[in-house]
């Protein structure tokens, strides 16, 4: 069977241009779909932090309840667990929180202050966010929404 001249130079394979647009099309596709589980990821932390906040807030106003005062400063949210040496009456003191208290989402402390400089009458309770630093507008606190 005689060869074909045309078969000898017909194309096996992919040309650099097909490489490189495919590759092109799946980092694209990568991208947004890291782009979107990110987010996903940063939206679901902040809820966890902000139901933390508003659970520590009804925690703190049951302590307070059943003790008569909101735990000091330097007690802080372990009064919710731990009987605190300052309390003037420690017979009156029940444990309210049965688990530890969590960092919160970002490896930090929740941050409590009695009385609140936001809540004069109350506790300033807030996480510094996902940027770690306090009084900046990512902070979750418990005098605004």
Wanted: with cysteine.
């Amino acid at each position: 069977m005689p060869h074909n001249k045309h078969n000898l130079t017909k194309r096996s394979g992919f040309t650099l241009i097909e490489i490189m647009l495919v590759l092109f099309i799946l980092m694209t596709i990568i991208g947004i779909g890291t782009f979107s589980v990110i987010t996903v990821q940063r939206n679901a932390m902040i809820r966890i932090a902000k139901v933390n906040v508003e659970n520590f807030s009804k925690n703190l106003d049951l302590y307070a309840s059943i003790v008569g005062c909101y735990p000091s400063s330097e007690d802080g949210l372990d009064a919710l667990r731990n009987c605190p040496t300052s309390l003037p009456d420690p017979s009156k003191w029940v444990q309210v929180a049965k688990k530890d208290i969590p960092l919160d989402p970002w490896g930090s402390p929740y941050q409590y202050q009695y009385p609140g400089s936001h809540n004069a009458d109350t506790f300033d309770l807030w996480s510094f966010g996902p940027d770690k630093i306090t009084g900046t507008e990512d902070d979750i606190t418990n005098w605004t929404n």
